[in-house]
């Protein structure tokens, strides 16, 4: 499984987004709906930041083939002007599978196309993951947490935010806030 590729092509289209105009907000058009069981929003979005859903729509493309049955939904956010990002990969599991598997397929697809750093992943009942992110100019981090429903199937939230060098002190402080607000997947008990 590669669902992370998602992850890879929003840095991409991050990346090539804050070496563009830096003002633009995204289409009009809404963020695809999260999983049923799953949060409408899993991260506190810091004020300013806007809705990119071309980025999220990439992510997603990306992310059916690699899917393979389970429910993804891929969101963006950012503030282009100042160069910071932030995407949130939600996964609905749809087999009793180790949350490990999920996390490393993850790390994998990003491994792809960044350069990943400190991964951890702490299993147990609070499953997660962190690790930094660098590609090119981008920076940032990851965190994914796990849940898993009383039939053994696990979902994943993961939410990557980055910045390149216009503003990173003010992005960091932002990412740190954002990566530390992420919830655990709501699942069915």
């Not at 049923?36 to 999220?56: D, H």
């Not at 949350?99 to 960044?114: P, Q, V």
Request: aromatic fraction near 6%.
């Amino acid at each position: 499984m590669k669902l992370a590729l998602a992850a890879a092509v929003l840095v991409v289209g991050c990346d090539a987004r804050a070496q563009g105009s830096g003002s633009g907000s995204g289409s009009a058009s809404a963020p695809a709906a999260p999983p049923a069981a799953q949060s409408p929003r899993p991260v506190v979005i810091p004020a300013g930041w806007v809705p990119l859903p071309e980025v999220a729509d990439a992510g997603l493309a990306a992310a059916k083939d690699a899917a393979r049955g389970r429910v993804t939904v891929v969101r963006s956010w950012g503030e282009p002007s100042l160069g910071c990002f932030a995407t949130v990969v939600e996964i609905a599991g749809t087999r009793a599978e180790h949350a490990a598997r999920i996390a490393e397929s993850f790390r994998a697809t990003l491994a792809t196309d960044a350069q990943i750093e400190g991964w951890t992943f702490t299993d147990g009942p609070a499953a997660e993951t962190t690790a930094t992110l660098t590609r090119g100019a981008m920076k940032g981090s990851v965190r994914g947490r796990f849940a898993i429903d009383a039939a053994g199937v696990p979902s994943a939230a993961f939410a990557a935010c980055f910045y390149n060098e216009r503003d990173p002190a003010r992005c960091q402080a932002a990412c740190t806030g954002l990566l530390a607000s992420l919830e655990s997947p709501k699942v069915q008990p």
